[in-house]
């Protein structure tokens, strides 16, 4: 079985394949799909966002569908750059390149002791099974943020430049997103190759 992962971001592929492959399906993004479109991301929270992408491709075609989105909150910037991380709440433009993003980071924690750099990843987990109903979750995140970049960027993903300890780098963090998304256990419910609970056809919040 196959299921598309609304991301074009080759890093979050990476991410979750792993988890993917354990319940025997097949990642498909919009990497391999490029006539399909991307979601507007213009939801209150990171769920929402997560949400409508999974949503937007849902049908005939690809009847697992899988969306995820995350907030960045910095604590020493009073919480920005939020649910629009890339676009830092709109200040910056949307084909902006990891390098600059990264830049304009240091810039704004310019002067900020180590012990002050504290963070953490917000991500909206959604998936849309064949039958349309929706599972969500959000998974909070904490971590610091480096002063210089201590290891190559992960395309897609420039905190992985920074973060002190494994959780701003994607591919160190998938023993524990496996952990996490096993611990929803929305799959075991869904899936009766892995679980023999019922399905649960309504749409579910578990965070």
């Not at 990843?121 to 998936?127: E, R, S």
């Not at 494994?166 to 419910?189: K, Y």
Request: charged share 25%; net charge negative.
């Amino acid at each position: 079985m196959r299921i598309l992962f609304a991301t074009r971001n080759p890093s979050k592929v990476a991410l979750f394949r792993p988890v993917f492959a354990g319940y025997g399906l097949e990642v498909v993004s919009l990497r391999d799909a490029p006539d399909l479109p991307s979601a507007e991301e213009d939801g209150h929270t990171v769920v929402e966002n997560a949400l409508a992408k999974a949503r937007l491709h849902h049908g005939a075609a690809y009847s697992w569908t899988f969306g995820d989105d995350a907030a960045l909150e910095i604590d020493a910037l009073g919480g920005e750059p939020g649910v629009q991380a890339r676009r830092w709440g709109g200040l910056l433009p949307a084909g902006i390149s990891d390098e600059e993003w990264l830049d304009y980071l240091l810039r704004r924690l310019d002067g900020v002791p180590p012990e002050r750099r504290t963070a953490r990843w917000v991500a909206g987990w959604a998936l849309v099974a064949p039958d349309g109903s929706a599972h969500v979750h959000q998974v909070v995140t904490p971590f610091r943020i480096g002063v210089h970049p201590v290891r190559p960027i992960s395309p897609g993903w420039p905190m992985s430049a920074l973060g002190v300890g494994t959780h701003s780098d994607p591919i160190a963090r998938q023993g524990d997103v496996v952990a996490e998304f096993r611990a929803w256990g929305v799959l075991e419910r869904l899936l009766p190759h892995v679980s023999d609970r019922p399905t649960r056809p309504t749409v579910s919040t578990e965070e």
